[in-house]
């Protein structure tokens, strides 16, 4: 009950937490087969409330019991909404003695033709990159197939969640869904050997969803790599996408730049840092954007009229939604420390407030107005939505129209710098042309 209730507003909260939404790959969904989703897992929670809202089935979910022990948490809600406890080894032998029934459990739910989502990583750390898989998912498709002698068709999806941002409000996000790979092309190694079974399993997993996932090798990449990011999305325009979109190329464009950083040699590596920080620095030092440069500041003459005339909607937007929107913040913050929460508990947050917001507003609206009153949360929500997007319309007016204030001002040092992000965006293609030569 409480599954359903809660998916349709976490939908409408997915829109106003994050810029754009990519899902791409959603042919690959088994329709009506029993299918374990495994997804990379770089927050605590928020790629299973993603995944599970764009499906028609319901999903189950692994959750690390240690999160039912917060002093946040709500474990008969988490049970409401499908979540189930697995435990690991630094939570106690006792707790892990448990496992064994939810393995029994978990399998009769997958049976029964449901949906199941596990990180086959384990544990969250808000970064791009995997890291080591557990056999458990592999365990339990395979313990599901053998109780039916592999007769029947079982599947794991493999899933790319995958964040410009991981704690971001605002941010993007995209979703891939793999080729789901077919549990009956293991029942001779299973029959043979059930742990080299699930070894395999598991290393074919891994395998397909790092083709789904941005990955940088070194951490010490990672500046390198970002800033490159906001070069080429700028670059390929991807701003003029959706905020619904299922463009596979804006994760694959995430991708190359990545890949591009993990195969190059360190001095290649070091010139292309240096470059692209010399480039960042001077957009820094006179406090403008990169989006600015490559527009050359044009204004957006349809921008500026549609911004203008939805200006008092997102007035209205920020007054009517500023108590639930600053209470979740506050609730966030008061209650949030390590980042791989930040984000799916600002999500949970902002429904609960919204949600108490709504109820009052409804009782004490119907007692001095009317039932019609109903309709001002959902009223307030879009304005809400306005209010947001509306007020990145405005930042990207502005901050070209202080570039072309800038260039006015010192037209040889704009020169310079459109040179200098032009040279950029060609030496970065040039070696990623020459990797891929390399690898075919």
Not at 273 to 287: E, R
Not at 331 to 356: C, G, H, K, Y
Request: glycine residues 4%; contains cysteine; charged residues 20%.
């Amino acid at each position: 009950m409480i599954y359903q209730l809660l998916r349709l507003p976490l939908v409408v909260l997915f829109f106003f937490f994050y810029r754009r939404i990519y899902i791409t790959g959603k042919e690959n969904i088994p329709q009506q087969a029993p299918t374990l989703i495994a997804s990379n897992h770089s927050t605590a929670f928020m790629e299973q409330i993603l995944v599970a809202s764009l499906q028609k089935r319901s999903v189950y979910f692994w959750a690390r019991g240690s999160v039912f022990e917060e002093k946040w948490s709500f474990p008969k809600l988490f049970a409401q909404a499908h979540l189930i406890p697995i435990w690991r080894p630094q939570e106690g032998l006792k707790k892990m003695q448990q496992n064994q029934q939810i393995f029994e459990d978990s399998k009769d739910i997958l049976l029964d033709g449901k949906m199941f989502f596990i990180a086959p990583e384990g544990n969250s750390v808000p970064e791009k990159r995997l890291r080591t898989f557990k056999t458990g998912t592999a365990r339990l498709a395979l313990l599901a197939a053998a109780a039916d002698n592999f007769d029947r068709a079982i599947f794991i999806l493999p899933t790319g969640v995958n964040y410009t941002y991981h704690c971001d409000f605002r941010s993007e996000v995209m979703v891939h869904f793999g080729a789901p790979i077919s549990i009956q092309n293991y029942q001779s190694l299973y029959e043979e050997n059930p742990v080299m079974a699930a070894k395999q399993l598991t290393q074919d997993l891994k395998a397909a969803i790092s083709k789904e996932v941005v990955i940088i090798d070194q951490k010490e990449d990672e500046l390198l790599v970002e800033q490159l990011h906001i070069l080429m999305r700028n670059e390929n325009e991807h701003y003029k996408d959706k905020v619904y979109s299922n463009n596979e190329k804006r994760l694959r464009l995430e991708q190359k730049v990545a890949n591009t950083c993990n195969q190059l040699s360190g001095s290649s590596k070091m010139d292309l840092l240096q470059q692209s920080n010399a480039y960042f620095q001077q957009i820094t030092n006179h406090q403008l954007t990169d989006l600015a440069v490559q527009q050359q500041g044009k204004l957006d003459g349809f921008k500026l009229i549609q911004s203008s005339l939805l200006f008092p909607f997102s007035i209205v937007g920020q007054i009517g939604g500023a108590i639930p929107v600053k209470a979740a913040r506050y609730l966030r913050n008061t209650n949030v420390e390590d980042l791989q929460f930040w984000a799916p508990m600002a999500v949970v947050f902002s429904l609960l407030t919204w949600m108490i917001y709504s109820l009052i507003i409804g009782l004490v609206g119907s007692f001095f107005i009317g039932w019609n009153v109903l309709f001002i949360p959902p009223l307030l929500v879009g304005l809400q939505y306005i209010a947001f997007s509306n007020q990145e319309s405005w930042s990207s007016i502005l901050t070209n129209r202080n570039y072309r204030y800038w260039k006015n001002q010192q037209p040889s040092k704009a020169q310079k710098l459109e040179r200098d992000r032009a040279l950029l965006v060609k030496k970065y293609k040039a070696l990623s042309k020459n990797i891929q030569s390399l690898q075919h």
